[in-house]
């Protein structure tokens, strides 16, 4: 049985719309790449005190992950470097999934401020 957050998403958001998935996919792709080019070029430790260890074995995990992706790596790179991140419809896409995320995380704290009363 679904619950009203998982219901409340799936009213605001058809699986099926391809725009909206591609355009996931893309900011997905796009933080991804920023996150590992931050780490390699710093090679410092995550705020909030993670230690190495903590950063070797998160690495670890998902490099591990990564390999069992079954992507054609070529046509999804070559599909990535074409990305035009100036696009107004990206900007559209990512402001609507930011938006839709920040209401089902308010709806949430709601729920649970009103499960605590």
Avoid at 52 to 81: C, F, G, P, Y
Avoid at 86 to 93: C, W
Wanted: hydrophobic share 30%.
């Amino acid at each position: 049985m679904k619950t009203s957050e998982e219901v409340d998403f799936e009213k605001e958001f058809r699986p099926d719309d391809v725009e909206l998935c591609h355009a996931a996919t893309k900011i997905q792709a796009s933080f991804r790449g920023h996150m590992t080019r931050k780490q390699q070029a710093g090679g410092k430790d995550e705020p909030g005190g993670a230690t190495a260890s903590a950063l070797t074995s998160k690495e670890e995990t998902l490099e591990s992950q990564l390999k069992n992706v079954d992507i054609n790596k070529d046509a999804d790179l070559d599909q990535l470097l074409d990305v035009d991140l100036a696009d107004p419809e990206l900007h559209k896409a990512a402001t609507k999934i930011q938006a839709s995320f920040r209401g089902h995380k308010a709806r949430k704290a709601d729920d649970a401020i009103d499960t605590k009363q």
